[in-house]
């Protein structure tokens, strides 16, 4: 009969052993999401969960790929928001090409998105190519008001600058035979493509090369600031990841990017994204009587920023006041063609500049939703 103490020793090391062989998956996952290994037999969303709880938990280091797994799956929490979207291409200390989108967004219902969005914008630095627009809208209708636009031939926005006009698109689309892709379907492909970029990141090993910089506040809030830096080869594999149909070579990417470079950063607390940068140096592709950049081949900088504030705050879209209505494409179009235009609608028929005036808005509408749809469908 063993003595009581080696008998002691025994039942612990046994308790001990056993406790290692329950919890050794549990450490592999762990270890695995550490250090970003995919481990046999285990599949990739259930590590992706792993990733997600330990980032999860308060107090204790989180790695990159932990950051950015949760993020994405709370920033689809974000219902409601004030967003700064800005472009920007300089050529040295001359601005080229600048956009701003300051909006306010309330998806809280996903098949009903409002909005309401000042646009400003300018071409170089010539007073005819600016942009300045206000835009909102409630269910079909879109409300805008130009108060200046770039000189456009054949086009007079002076007949409608400064009013604010409505019109329901529904109707108008409709009214030439098109149909516009629904916020829900934007934000689903959106999503898709989202999911794509991180199973690419994933099995190619990136998130590894992800850095993380000192945090900073946005918002009041304490940030994590990470930060990736792409070559042209990984650039190219990833364009051919989401476009299977098309190959892309590497020498095409080449002679149009370099140095492209992420930045993201994420609420400490909160886990949403809180702002995103794109920066890159293009080729000077566009050169030309319109930006009339320096020397050929020259190197420009291009620069796209996200920041989002008052996130899930409550949004309100209200409808101006003073309105004036417009019943279709063509009706427009007559507006800021008055010498031009004096053919009879129904004899203009669908296949008409009507058609494509009409369809080319309704590009910009949706554009405006894939803009201020982005951050939230993650």
């Known amino acids: 009969m063993l003595p009581n103490l080696n008998r002691k020793k025994i039942i612990i090391i046994s308790t001990f052993l056993l406790g290692l062989i ?13 250090f970003s290994i995919k481990l046999p037999l285990v599949s990739r969303s259930f590590q992706r969960k792993v990733d997600y709880t330990i980032a999860s938990i308060p107090f204790i280091p989180k790695n990159p790929k932990q950051i950015i797994t949760k993020a994405l799956q709370d920033n689809q929490n974000v219902k ?69 636009a770039p000189t456009l031939p054949g086009y007079d926005f002076s007949t409608i600058s400064g009013n604010w006009y409505k019109i329901n698109l529904e109707k108008a689309s409709s009214s030439i035979g098109t149909a516009t892709l629904k916020d829900t379907s934007i934000k689903e492909d959106i999503a898709e493509k989202s999911e794509e970029v991180y199973d690419f990141f994933d099995e190619n090993h990136l998130f590894g090369r992800i850095r993380k910089i000192s945090g900073e506040k946005i918002n009041g809030e304490n940030n994590f600031h990470l930060q990736l830096s792409l070559d042209t080869k990984t650039l190219t594999r990833l364009i051919n990841e989401l476009n299977p149909g098309q190959k892309t070579e590497e020498k095409e990417i080449d002679s149009l990017i370099k140095d492209l470079t992420f930045d993201i950063w994420v609420g400490e607390k909160s886990f949403f994204i809180n702002k995103f940068e794109i920066a890159a140096s293009v080729h000077d592709i566009i050169s030309g009587e319109l930006l009339t950049p320096a020397a050929e081949n020259k190197l420009l900088d291009l620069k796209i920023s996200f920041e989002l504030t008052d996130i899930n705050k409550k949004v309100k879209v209200i409808a101006p006041k003073k309105v004036k209505e417009i019943n279709s494409f063509f009706e427009l179009l007559f507006l800021l063609q008055p010498k031009t235009i004096n053919i009879p609608e129904e004899v203009l028929g669908i296949s008409s500049s009507r058609a494509e005036f009409g369809t080319n808005i309704l590009f910009y509408e949706r554009m405006l939703h894939v803009i201020t749809l982005l951050p939230k469908s993650f």
């Open 22 to 34: 329950i919890l050794s998956p549990v450490i592999a996952l762990v270890i695995a999401s550490y």
């Open 80 to 148: 409601t928001a004030s967003e700064v979207f800005t472009f920007g291409l300089e050529s040295g200390d001359k601005s080229l090409l600048s956009l701003q989108v300051k909006s306010k967004v309330d998806s809280e219902d996903e098949s009903n998105t409002s909005l309401e969005a000042d646009i400003q914008g300018e071409i170089g630095q010539s007073k005819g190519a600016k942009l300045d627009l206000s835009v909102k809208q409630i269910g079909d209708y879109l409300f805008f008001n130009i108060k200046q």
